[in-house]
Nanobody, 124 residues
């Protein structure tokens, strides 16, 4: 079993930056792909970014490409999402997730473990 805990969310002005982190316990993350999803009020959960176990491949939603960067530190059992040039439409609860798969990482159903989520609010 893997427990995922997100941190680093909060309120930021449009154009600003924020980094959210996800720390895992219960199992090493080095064999798992990791992803970030988000859900805004009244909307479905959507894919944001994913990274393979070694960090060799990363994937991004078109809406965040060029602004967000996913990375991981397997020694710290931690995955990060650096968010730059934030927009009000990035406001959502952000979820960290772990997957045993290497492909199809934009699909929520491919993930086995989920964090509880953390609020990110971007003011205009």
């Amino acid at each position: 079993q893997v427990q995922l805990v997100e941190s680093g969310g909060g309120l930021v002005q449009a154009g600003g930056s924020l980094r959210v982190s996800c720390v895992a316990s219960g199992r090493t993350l080095s064999s798992l792909s990791m992803g970030w999803f988000r859900q805004a009020p009244g909307k479905e959960r959507e894919f944001v970014a994913a990274i393979t176990p070694s960090g060799g491949s990363t994937y991004y939603a078109d809406s965040v490409k060029g602004r967000f960067t996913i990375s991981r530190d397997n020694a710290k059992n931690t995955v990060y999402l650096q968010m730059n040039s934030l927009k009000p439409e990035d406001t959502a609860v952000y979820y960290c997730a772990a997957s045993r798969f290497l492909y199809g990482l934009a699909v929520a159903a491919r993930y086995d473990y989920w964090g509880q989520g953390i609020q990110v609010t971007v003011s205009s």
